[in-house]
């Protein structure tokens, strides 16, 4: 069972990327059920918490738990449930332990039927013998594997040595989506395909590169302005410093060169998993007028047509792309991003298609944001 992110659309087609549509079931707005044995929530970008299914009751579960104190918190996420639901539930399976002869912490659920995820991650619920955290929705009950390590995204996102307020940073869970979308996808039609090399023709500050090295692919960045270069490479070395596995002798490799994604000729031997945040243009403070909007469209639907038609010449069949492109607020509140997609077939590719969501709505914004971005996912025909 996994409890989705912000934006579940995009964390539906993650997971359909990496494991199937035919093993991804959505039974909520924001709960899957994922048929898997190998998941890693830590390179997950848009799930928040995993649990596995009990096949027994919740009492076996717990009358079988090793020796010693137990934590334990409910998250009950379905419709009906409420906070004072949830905590009845926590008292009764406190109490049938207490029966046991077990010593139990509950973990209040101060703001509802579930836990937030920094009440989950910071109790260590999932992630340390005995610190159970039992997920429910409807009769399915699930006991969790643990909960997105928020205090590590947030150290990656901000202690990061090289920032540029005007580039703007890609938030390291959105990076981890584009690249598993990417990879995922390229696996699928070349499962033997070892030492993947993700590419980010746009690189910026470099946190698709980070984010890839840390999931174990080599990296390849580029970017037009040899500042960024160089802020990608500091940024790559402060983290290559404070994570041994990135200093080992077969750890993930790193390429950086300047290069205009319109022209430039990568040594694309290997690579075949394009992941990357295109230009968004200047940082706005207001909605553009109807007029700027097109103009704005019009600059990104030429810089994404030269870049996908260079690197078209130069990826082979099969490769994938990931590309978070820009969409800008509208005075009714919805986004409008680039119309490309009659295009696409022109240039060699074909857009990708998923069972839970729509390619229009793969969006990523907060509230009010002006500037969104919008998902587009490629495959080389
Ligand atoms: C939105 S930023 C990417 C930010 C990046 N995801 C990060 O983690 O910092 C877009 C980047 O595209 C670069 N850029 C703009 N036009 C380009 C082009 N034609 N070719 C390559 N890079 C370009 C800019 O220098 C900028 O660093």
């Not at 579940?8 to 035919?22: C, D, I, N, Q, R």
């Not at 159970?132 to 006991?143: M, S, Y």
């Not at 038609?309 to 990931?322: D, E, F, M, P, Y």
């Not at 990708?352 to 500037?371: E, P, T």
């Amino acid at each position: 069972m996994l409890i989705l992110g912000r934006e579940p659309k995009l964390s539906l087609v993650e997971l359909e990327a990496l494991f199937g549509s035919e093993n991804v079931k959505k039974v909520a707005p924001e709960i899957a059920f994922v048929e898997t044995d190998s998941l890693n929530l830590e390179h997950l970008g848009g799930s928040i918490k995993a649990g596995k299914i009990l096949e027994e009751s919740v009492t076996d579960y717990l009358a079988k738990l090793p020796e010693g104190k137990i934590t334990l918190g409910i998250s009950d996420y379905s419709a009906k449930a409420n906070k004072k639901s949830s905590w009845t539930l926590a008292l009764k399976y406190k109490n049938l332990l207490k029966r046991h002869g077990r010593n139990v912490r509950l973990i209040p659920n101060n703001d509802g039927p579930v836990l937030s995820s920094a009440a989950s991650h910071h109790n260590q619920l999932g992630e340390k013998l005995n610190h159970i955290e039992i997920l429910k929705f409807n009769n399915h009950l699930a006991v969790s594997i643990g909960t997105q390590n928020i205090t590590a995204y947030a150290k990656r996102d901000r202690e990061r040595p090289a920032r540029d307020a005007f580039v703007g940073m890609l938030p390291p869970k959105l990076a981890q989506i584009l690249i598993n979308i990417a990879v995922g996808e390229f696996k699928k039609e070349n499962q033997d395909q070892k030492d993947l090399v993700v590419l980010d023709p746009f690189c910026g500050t470099g946190v698709v590169l980070q984010e890839a090295t840390l999931m174990g692919y080599s990296a390849y960045g580029t970017d037009l302005s040899e500042k960024m270069i160089s802020y990608s490479k500091k940024n790559m070395d402060w983290l290559t410093n404070r994570t041994p596995e990135l200093q080992e002798k077969d750890a993930p490799k790193l390429y950086l060169e300047p290069g205009d994604a319109t022209d430039h000729s990568w040594n694309l031997a290997k690579v075949n998993c394009i992941a990357s945040e295109i230009y968004l243009g200047h940082p706005l403070s207001q909605a553009p007028s109807g007029i700027k909007l097109k103009e704005y469209q019009q600059s990104t639907k030429a810089l994404l047509t030269s870049f996908l038609k260079n690197i078209g010449a130069q990826i082979t069949s099969g490769a994938t792309l990931c590309l978070a492109t820009p969409a800008w607020l509208r005075p009714n509140g919805h986004y409008e991003g680039v119309n490309i997609l009659d295009e696409i077939e022109k240039l060699g590719y074909n857009t990708l298609q998923y069972k839970h969501a729509a390619s229009q709505d793969l969006l990523y914004y907060r509230d009010g944001q002006i500037v969104a971005r919008k998902l587009l996912i490629l495959r080389k025909q």
